[in-house]
């Protein structure tokens, strides 16, 4: 009898989909598209849709819209459960492998960068968190500030500065750490790791708009959550889980914590939202811009199963 594992590595090198790109530009419903015409089935690269009960904030598609095409990788975690870019693609590559096992067509549909990183080209081995180091670099964050330390990782390693926001104390500090304990850039290992073999024979897709037309669709997609009930979800979230629980520092999520925990009027967090979320597609699209092996850079219109079909024949 085939074990999964057996399948996995069977399925390594497959031909798949990829469609990447920034929030709201339309990736599911291109993907959606691509499955019901191409005989394929998704595969999620969400780091919020992969929650059970995250379903309002993060676009998450309902049955009525799936209409019967499978959909890997979403509501598979409780918000208690942790998950980084490796465990993703163990997942992805376990529902990979049972799909081409299938003869159907994996199409990954997301916009979490690094786990779309971590499937096609696996992640760059990094030196173990040295504990008294991060200590020293956290109590730099809080007394000089992320901006501060920002501008240092600029300077030593503008690469890695570059995908990171100046107020992303998290990642800021990893980059720093990772410089003192080689003496080389994490922008350096991980673009010479770019540069490496492929696990995939990917038809990697990142779609996009014009800057208006995203900054539109982000405002009125947060409309319609909210006026959908996107409120008493996080509501519901909170009480279950507490504040601290991880996923709820998403982009949309923590803006609606804030407003439930503080008073904040809804027409104030409605701009928080929606300014929140404009800025994590700068940063989307920043991310994207300089990923190695995109095969199509268009609009979702323009991702047609024709045009999918002509890119993977032989």
């Given amino acids: ?10 399925s390594l090198g497959a031909r798949i989909v990829v469609i990447a790109g920034p929030t709201a530009t339309g990736k599911t419903v291109a993907g959606l598209r691509l ?16 929650y059970r009960g995250f379903d309002l904030g993060s676009a998450k598609p309902t049955a009525a819209e799936l209409g019967g095409v499978p959909h890997h990788l979403i509501d598979v975690l409780d918000p208690e459960e942790e998950i980084d870019a490796q465990r993703f693609a163990d997942l992805a590559d376990a529902s990979i492998a049972r799909i081409v096992a299938r003869g159907r ?33 956290e109590e730099e964050v809080r007394s000089l500030g992320s901006p501060a330390l920002h501008a240092r990782l600029s300077e030593i390693d503008p690469l890695a500065a570059g995908k990171v ?20 850039p994490l922008g350096e ?15 990697f897709c990142v779609v996009d708009l014009p800057r208006d037309e995203l900054s539109a669709r982000i405002e009125a997609r947060a409309n319609q959550m ?25 982009v949309g999520y923590r803006e609606i914590v804030t407003h439930l925990e503080r008073g904040e009027p809804i027409e104030e967090t409605r701009m928080h939202v929606v300014s929140a979320t404009r ?34 024949s032989p």
């Avoid at 290992?189 to 038809?203: E, K």
């Avoid at 909210?226 to 998403?250: F, N, Q, Y």
Wanted: aromatic share 4%; charged share 25%; hydrophobic share 40%.
């Fill in 1 to 10: 009898m085939t074990t999964l594992e057996q399948l996995t590595s069977a």
């Fill in 35 to 50: 499955a019901r015409a191409l005989g394929g089935e998704l595969v999620g690269a969400d780091s919020v849709q992969v």
């Fill in 105 to 137: 067509l994996p199409i990954v549909v997301g916009g979490t960068g690094l786990w779309v990183r971590a499937l096609l080209r696996g992640l760059v081995e990094l030196p173990p968190v040295d504990r008294a180091l991060r200590a020293r670099l």
């Fill in 165 to 184: 926001h100046a107020n992303d104390a998290l990642r800021i500090v990893r980059a720093l750490e990772v410089n003192e304990q080689t003496g080389v």
């Fill in 189 to 203: 290992l991980r673009r010479q790791h770019a540069l490496g073999a492929d696990r995939y024979q990917a038809l």
């Fill in 226 to 250: 909210l006026e959908a009930g996107w409120v008493e979800e996080v509501r519901e979230l909170l009480a279950r889980h507490g504040p601290t629980t991880r996923a709820l520092g998403a």
């Fill in 279 to 312: 800025r994590y597609a700068r940063h989307q699209r920043t991310w994207f811009r300089g990923e190695p092996g995109v095969n199509l850079r268009l609009t979702s219109e323009e991702l047609t199963p024709e045009r999918v079909e002509r890119e993977l």
